[in-house]
C-alpha cells in the first residue's frame, strides 16, 4: 500500500551521511517526492555509508526516493536546480554554512527563485560561531554536548551512547522544523529557513540532566545504569541474564517489595523515601542483587508485571526482533531489490490511522532517475546528452 499523505510536497536532498537522510526519510515514507541530488559518475560518490551503494545504511536511509546527479559547480546544473527549486517545496542540506553560499544555493538565492521554498540546514555546530566551520560526527557531538560525560560507569570514563543519537536526533528535529514551516506557509504562503545542527540535538537530548545544571548549578555524573533521581531503576542480573527495572515514586516502591517478597524494606530507613534511595543506592542495589540472581529473568518479568512494576529484559537485537511484541507492532518491513535479492528494513517509527507510512521502493541506483526529472521539467534528450557530454549530470 502506498500512502498519499505529502504527495503535494516535492523535497531536493542535497544531504550526505545521517543526519539528512534521517530527515528527509520522514517525507519520503508518507509519499513526498524525494529528489536525491548526488555528484555525476566522473565525481565519485564521496562519502558513502557502511557498506558502500548496496549496504544496510544505505539501503535503509534512501528508499521512497528518486536519484539524479548533477555537479552544482558546473553552472549549467546549477541552472538546472534553479529549474528544480521552482517546482519544490522544501530544500535539504547539510553541507557545511559557508559551502552553499559558494554554490550560490543559500537561503537567499532559493528565495529569490521560489518566495515559498523552505531550506533547511542540518549542521554540526549551527550556522555561526566560532566552531560553526568545523567538521562534526557524531561521536564528538556526544562528548561536547555532555551525553558521553553523564553515560557509563562511576569514574569509568567518558561512554558514548551505541547508536548515532545526536545524528539521528538532528535529523527528527529538522524534520518537525521543516513540517512546522509547512504549516505557517499555508498562512502567510512564504518559506523560511529552518536549521538544526548535531551540537544542540545532543543538548536536547541531555534534556533533565541539562535543565538540573541550568537551575541549580550542579554538574551531572555517571551513575552507570542507575537512574540519577529515581531509584530502584537499574540494570539488574539474574539467574540468566539481565533486565531492568523502573520503579519510581513511593506507592510504586511498595508494590515492588511485595513483588519481590521483600516486605521489610518498606520499614528500612534507608529506602523509605525516594530520596533516601538515591542516596543510598549502593546498599540497596547490594540487597537487590542477592534476590533477583535467585530467579530466572523470565520469572522475575512475570513477577513485576503482575504487580505492575514496568520492566523488561536486556535485548540483544536478535532477541529484539524476535519479540512477539516487536513482530506485532510490525517494525521492519521486506523488499525485493533488483541485485540483493529480499532486503528487510526499519519501517517507519510512527503509525497514521487514515495514511500510514509506506515503504515502497529500495534505494536508487546513482542517477536512476535523472533523464526522468530533467525531461519532467521540459529538457529535450538532445539538451540531456548535452549535459552529460558537458558533465553536468
Not at 7 to 23: H, M, Q, V
Not at 263 to 284: G, P, S, Y
Not at 322 to 327: F, N
Not at 350 to 367: F, H, I, M, N, Q
Amino acid at each position: 500500500m502506498t500512502t498519499n499523505a505529502l504527495s503535494r510536497f516535492r523535497i531536493l536532498d542535497l544531504t550526505r551521511a545521517r543526519a539528512g537522510p534521517t530527515c528527509v526519510k520522514q517525507f519520503a515514507d508518507f509519499g513526498a517526492d524525494v529528489i536525491r541530488i548526488e555528484s555525476p559518475p566522473h565525481l565519485g560518490e564521496g562519502m558513502l555509508m557502511a557498506g558502500g551503494r548496496l549496504g544496510f545504511d544505505m539501503q535503509n536511509l534512501h528508499r521512497n526516493t528518486r536519484s539524479i546527479t548533477l555537479d552544482l559547480k558546473n553552472e549549467d546544473a546549477k541552472e538546472i536546480f534553479y529549474k528544480l527549486v521552482e517546482t519544490a517545496d522544501v530544500v535539504v542540506e547539510n553541507f557545511r554554512p559557508d559551502v552553499k553560499d559558494r554554490l550560490n544555493i543559500g537561503y537567499e538565492k532559493l528565495k529569490s527563485i521560489n518566495p515559498r521554498i523552505i531550506l533547511a540546514s542540518i549542521s554540526g555546530f549551527g550556522q555561526t560561531g566560532p566552531y560553526s566551520k568545523r567538521p562534526l560526527f557524531d561521536q564528538t557531538a556526544q562528548g561536547l554536548s555532555g551525553l558521553m560525560s553523564v553515560t557509563g560507569e562511576p569514574g569509568g570514563g567518558p561512554m558514548r551512547v551505541g547508536a548515532a543519537v545526536t545524528d539521528m536526533t538532528a535529523g527528527y528535529l529538522s524534520a518537525l522544523g521543516i513540517m512546522t514551516a509547512l504549516l505557517e506557509r499555508e498562512f502567510s504562503n512564504q518559506g523560511q529557513w529552518v536549521q538544526s545542527s548535531l551540537i544542540q540535538a545532543g543538548i536536547s537530548l541531555m534534556d533533565f540532566q541539562a535543565v538540573k545544571y541550568l537551575m541549580t548549578g550542579k554538574i551531572p555524573e555517571q551513575v552507570g545504569n542507575d537512574h540519577p533521581t529515581s531509584m530502584p531503576t537499574s540494570c539488574y542480573a539474574c539467574a540468566n541474564g539481565y533486565i531492568n527495572v523502573a520503579c519510581s515514586g513511593e506507592p510504586m516502591w511498595l508494590k515492588f517489595c511485595e513483588a519481590i517478597e521483600q516486605q521489610e524494606l518498606k520499614n528500612d530507613a534507608r529506602f523509605i523515601l525516594e530520596q533516601d534511595r538515591v542516596v543510598n543506592r549502593t546498599a540497596l542495589n547490594v540487597v537487590l542483587k542477592s534476590i533477583f540472581m535467585n530467579q530466572t529473568k523470565e520469572y522475575w518479568v512475570n513477577r513485576l508485571n503482575e504487580y505492575g512494576v514496568p520492566c523488561g529484559p536486556i535485548y540483544n537485537v536478535k532477541d529484539v526482533f524476535d519479540d512477539p511484541q516487536v513482530k506485532e507492532q510490525k517494525v521492519s518491513v521486506t523488499l525485493d531489490h533488483p541485485k540483493l535479492g529480499s532486503v528487510t528494513l526499519l519501517n517507519q517509527g510512527v503509525k497514521l490511522s487514515r495514511t500510514p507510512s509506506s515503504v515502497s521502493r529500495v534505494a536508487p541506483e546513482l542517477g536512476e532517475h535523472t533523464n526522468e526529472v530533467l525531461t519532467s521539467l521540459g529538457y529535450s534528450s538532445t539538451e540531456i546528452n548535452a549535459f552529460k557530454d558537458q558533465k553536468a549530470i
